[in-house]
Nanobody, 121 residues
Framework: QVQLVESGGGLVQAGGSLRLSCSAS????????MGWFRRAPGKERAFVAA????????SYAHSVKGRFTISRDNAKNTVYLQMNNLKPEDTAVYYC??????????????WGQGTQVTVSS
C-alpha cells in the first residue's frame, strides 16, 4: 500500500516554472517506479513522466521532453516534477502515481489526489 500527496501546484505565467512534489508513505514506496500524469480540461488523463526506483530509467511524454524533469529522493520518500518554460497547454490537474512499467507504457497502481497547475498566456 502506498499513500501519495501532491503539492506545489498553482498559477504561473507562460514561460515560468513550477516544481511539484509528491510525498509518499507506505513501505512499498521504495519498490515502485514513480510517475506523473495530468488531466487537462475536457481530456483524458495522460502520461507525463516516470522514473524507476534507482532513477536509472526515465521516460517523458513528447510534449514535455526538454522542459520537465522528474526526480526522486528515496531517503525522503518524495518524487518531484520540475516544470520549466511552461505553456498554457500545460494547464491541468497533475497526479502523482506509483507505477508499473508495461513495455513502453506506465500504469498507475496508486494515485494521489492531484494538484492544479494553471498557466496563463
Amino acid at each position: 500500500q502506498v499513500q501519495l500527496v501532491e503539492s506545489g501546484g498553482g498559477l504561473v505565467q507562460a514561460g515560468g516554472s513550477l516544481r511539484l512534489s509528491c510525498s509518499a508513505s507506505g513501505r512499498a514506496f521504495s519498490t515502485y517506479a514513480m510517475g506523473w500524469f495530468r488531466r487537462a480540461p475536457g481530456k483524458e488523463r495522460a502520461f507525463v513522466a516516470a522514473t524507476t526506483w534507482s532513477s536509472d530509467r526515465t521516460s517523458y511524454a513528447h510534449s514535455v521532453k526538454g522542459r520537465f524533469t522528474i526526480s526522486r529522493d528515496n531517503a525522503k520518500n518524495t518524487v518531484y516534477l520540475q516544470m520549466n518554460n511552461l505553456k498554457p497547454e500545460d494547464t491541468a490537474v497533475y497526479y502523482c502515481a506509483a507505477v508499473q512499467p508495461a513495455g513502453s507504457a506506465w500504469y498507475g497502481d496508486y494515485w494521489g489526489q492531484g494538484t492544479q497547475v494553471t498557466v496563463s498566456s
